[in-house]
């Protein structure tokens, strides 16, 4: 098994900064989300479906890493009632997401540029919060444990957090099943190995996700009430935690 680039060595906040910025179109796609991970299009639906189904009176919504905004997009073509306030470290990203709910959405558009780990927002206030394919660029257990009490934070007493991302397995061989063979076979499937090996690069160099068990843990211990799984098929999981 090959040896996982070390936290330390990993891509900067700035360098993947610099790589989204010129990556928009890409994660501007409703139909499809993005093509490397896997059920994209289905956890889009489950989550913004989840989310109208478990706050029929949504006001604040809080997109976190929202890229060009499909997950807002979404949940505000369902229910354009909401105040959304969107961040991410890109401004062209925040640009995008705001110009495509532009429209769509009738509350307000509020846009953050900035590392969620230096985020200040005020507490108790938000419905609900979206962080998917954001977390993994999260590195040590301080900042995990930073950012989890920071959400839980600014939720609302019985205000959720709808996470979808790329996951590790804690056992070594599980993963290396799960992620290097069978998430390996639909990136090939996907175009072809040099694609797989280009994109396993790219996650090992800027990348460093974490156990479901280890983020729903953490959950529970900075104070959710409630962790409930959504969906996890191979290295991607779905799952949501209510205050
Ligand atoms: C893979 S994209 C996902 C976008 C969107 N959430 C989606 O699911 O379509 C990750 C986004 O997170 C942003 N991002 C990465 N690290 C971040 C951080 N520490 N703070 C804020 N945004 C971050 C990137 O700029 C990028 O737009």
């Not at 479901?212 to 290295?235: A, D, M, P, R, Y």
Request: proline share 4%; charged share 20%; hydrophobic share 35%.
């Amino acid at each position: 098994m090959q040896v996982p680039t070390p936290l330390h060595l990993k891509s900067s906040t700035q360098d993947i900064k610099n790589r989204f910025n010129n990556d928009v179109e890409r994660f501007s796609n409703l139909e499809t989300g993005q093509q490397t991970t896997i059920d994209a299009a289905y956890n889009l639906d489950l989550i913004t479906e989840g989310i109208v189904q478990c706050h029929p009176q949504l006001s604040e919504v809080l997109d976190l890493g929202c890229g060009a905004g499909n997950f807002s997009l979404k949940l505000a073509l369902q229910q354009p009632g909401f105040n959304s306030t969107l961040v991410d470290l890109s401004e062209p990203m925040l640009l995008k997401a705001k110009e495509r709910m532009t429209g769509v959405l009738n509350g307000n558009i509020t846009t953050i540029q900035s590392d969620i780990r230096a985020l200040d927002l005020p507490g108790n206030y938000f419905d609900t919060i979206i962080a998917t394919a954001v977390l993994h660029h999260l590195r040590d257990d301080e900042d995990w444990q930073m950012v989890f009490s920071k959400i839980h934070r600014w939720l609302k007493p019985g205000g959720s957090v709808w996470i979808f991302d790329l996951i590790t397995h804690d056992n070594p061989q599980l993963n290396h099943f799960l992620y290097n063979n069978k998430y390996g076979n639909y990136l090939s499937a996907l175009k072809d190995d040099h694609y797989k090996n280009a994109v396993f690069e790219y996650i090992d160099k800027e990348d460093s996700p974490r156990s479901l068990s280890f983020q729903t843990s953490l959950l529970k211990q900075v104070g959710f009430s409630s962790v409930e799984i959504l969906h996890k098929h191979l290295c991607f999981a779905s799952f949501v935690g209510f205050k």
